[in-house]
């Protein structure tokens, strides 16, 4: 037979992940690991101080860009009213300079000669406020549209801030039992990664727990490419999982990958494992994601013989051997073996 080592994972499982451009990520609020949730529950609340100042800055440049809009359009106002005026006064000048050179022979050639003079002056006052008026429209129109933008850019900049005070709160999608992932962050090197837990800082799309479909478990673990020829889909297993102990629970090999892969994480150098994937046949409500679990197949049946783990047998001058615990002391004995797993082997005799 042989034992694998492996870890408990849902078929399916939706992971949640903190919130990208939300700024400063610290956990406030965090659901307990193994607790059950409904749709729409808050599992993870972020500190959002900075946020909410963030909020309030943009609110008060929005109430500024606001007030610089409404006075522009005022002095806009009063400008197009002033220019109204002096443009009548224009008018009215030229009209009065054309009265007096229609008097004709009623006045002096020298009084008829000034009266064209005031027609041409008043007619020059007259394009030069007319340009002056294009020339304010233009500067009014280019000062209005840039505090508009402004407003424009405190409304996006307040919005996003507001989305993402609510990205804070994140909610489950679904019911499901709650599973907290390690922060890598955290751990070291040699050392596993803690979980997640209140008071941690996270970042922009770390995934922070997951909420598994329990309604399907397998068991994944790594093959030796030496037994891979020993298993096949479909072969029954045994799995122990040590933080449910006391049950042996049936599985099945669901799929073996069909290339290996190095692994680095074992010794030097480093072997080449394929991928075993078990699915378990009994389900119990204890059973969690994470857990360890150790996988016992059967590959060949050999009725009546004596089974000892293949650790316990030692070489000494060319013969086998394993010791024996008699009381407090272990005796030498020579034992002749028929067949060798990795795991066990069968002995023959002695």
Not at 74 to 100: C, G, V
Not at 169 to 184: E, R
Request: glycine residues 6%; proline residues 4%; hydrophobic residues 40%.
């Amino acid at each position: 037979a042989l034992e694998l080592r492996g870890e408990i994972r849902p078929l399916k499982s939706i992971v949640l992940s903190s919130p990208m451009q939300s700024g400063e990520l610290q956990i406030l609020k965090l659901a307990s690991n193994g607790s059950k949730v409904k749709a729409g529950d808050i599992v993870v609340q972020f500190d959002g101080t900075t946020l909410q100042r963030t909020i309030q800055e943009k609110q008060s440049e929005l109430k500024q860009a606001l007030a610089e809009i409404e006075q522009a359009n005022a002095q806009a106002r009063i400008a197009n009213e002033q220019n109204a005026t002096a443009l009548m006064k224009a008018k009215y000048d030229i009209e009065r300079a054309k009265l007096d050179i229609n008097k004709g022979d009623t006045v002096s050639r020298i009084e008829n000669e000034q009266a064209k003079l005031s027609l041409a002056d008043a007619e020059q006052r007259l394009k030069e406020l007319e340009e002056k008026m294009r020339s304010d429209r233009t500067s009014a129109e280019a000062d209005l549209s840039s505090k508009v933008r402004k407003r424009e850019k405190a409304i996006f900049d307040l919005k996003r801030a507001e989305e993402g005070l609510e990205r804070l709160q994140v909610k489950a999608p679904t019911d499901g039992v709650v599973n907290i992932l390690p922060n890598y962050r955290s751990g070291s090197i040699m050392g596993s990664s803690p979980e997640f837990r209140q008071g941690d800082r996270a970042w922009a799309g770390a995934a922070i727990l997951e909420l598994p479909d329990l309604s399907s478990v397998h068991l994944l673990a790594r093959l030796d490419e030496s037994d891979r020829s020993r298993l096949e889909a479909g072969q029954a297993a045994s799995v122990r999982i040590e933080a449910v102990p006391g049950n042996d629970f049936k599985a099945r090999i669901d799929s073996i990958s069909m290339l290996a892969r190095v692994d680095y994480q074992g010794t030097w150098p480093p072997p080449r494992n394929f991928d075993l994937d078990l699915v378990l046949l009994d389900l119990d409500p204890r059973i969690r994601p994470g857990m360890t679990a150790v996988a016992r197949i059967a590959t060949e049946r050999i009725p009546n013989v004596v089974l000892v783990p293949s650790e316990a047998i030692f070489q000494r001058d060319g013969a086998s051997v394993v010791y024996e615990l008699d009381g407090s002391e272990f005796h030498e004995r020579r034992v002749q073996i028929s067949k060798r797993g990795k795991e066990q082997a069968i002995v023959a005799s002695g």
